[in-house]
């Protein structure tokens, strides 16, 4: 069984700074990694996903994160964020199977102010 | 190329009643998923149709919910009869099968609903 924990609930910045989310996952097994964003009153949509190969994966909207297997981590990073980063974060994790339905953290909120 | 919709938006009903939410996938994606958001919790998984079938009804919470895609196509969620524990956002996702690695989940705005 995978597990997600998403270690802060609220993140308030001020824009133009850098922010970190953080995320770190317990598995067995070898999974792929996400990071979705909830705008207000949208669906999730995929930021980014880390499924092999290079550890740094890049996002849209200028996201980033590094997966580090050592610490089983996944952390969300942006050099500089902007009020229209203001949303919800969710990683998650699945399985390698095909189709696999993904696990989830209970979400991060980031909010940007000026 | 339109996105996962869901109908309705939100939903309030009382306990004991019946409420069905209904879910369009993105065409010609196989998968869908349902997931639930109760407030203050994780995004959990309830149950995956591969076309009309259902491939894993693990999250399911109890026999009060019943999950059906006909033809493969639209999913519908009833909720009967609903419980107050059953207030959240219903999202759902579909996703391309390709039969190979990780397919990108879509997912709707969800359904709000609340039990009174």
């Known amino acids: 069984a995978q597990s997600v924990t998403q270690l802060d609930s609220q993140v308030p910045v001020f824009e133009e700074a850098p922010v970190e989310l953080r995320c770190n996952y317990s598995?067995?097994?070898?999974?792929?990694l996400f990071w979705y964003v909830q705008y207000p009153n949208q669906g999730l949509q995929l930021l980014l996903k880390y499924l092999s190969g290079s550890t740094l994966v890049k996002g849209i909207n200028g996201f980033e994160a590094e997966f580090n297997k050592s610490q089983t981590s996944f952390h969300l990073r942006k050099p500089s964020v902007h009020i229209s980063d203001t949303a919800e974060y969710f990683c998650?994790?699945?399985?390698?199977?095909?189709?696999?339905?993904?696990?989830f953290g209970k979400g991060t909120t980031l909010s940007v102010s000026s | 190329e339109a996105g996962v919709t869901q109908f309705p938006s939100h939903s309030v009903i009382e306990k004991g009643q019946t409420v069905t939410l209904r879910c369009d996938p993105i065409?010609?994606?196989?998968?869908l998923y349902w997931y639930r958001r109760v407030m203050g919790k994780e995004i959990k998984f309830l149950l995956h149709f591969v076309k009309e079938s259902k491939q894993d009804e693990s999250g399911m919470p109890n026999n009060r919910f019943l999950a059906e895609r006909t033809g493969g196509t639209y999913s519908t969620l009833k909720v009967q009869p609903a419980e107050l524990e059953d207030s959240g956002v219903y999202f759902c996702?579909?996703?391309?099968?390709?039969?190979?690695?990780?397919?990108?989940?879509?997912f709707g705005p969800g359904t709000r609903l609340t039990v009174l």
């Open positions: 996702a579909s996703s391309h099968f390709t039969g190979l690695g990780v397919n990108e989940q879509f």
């Open positions: 998650a994790v699945s399985a390698l199977k095909a189709g696999t339905a993904l696990i």
């Open positions: 065409s010609g994606h196989d998968n």
């Open positions: 598995s067995s097994v070898s999974v792929y």
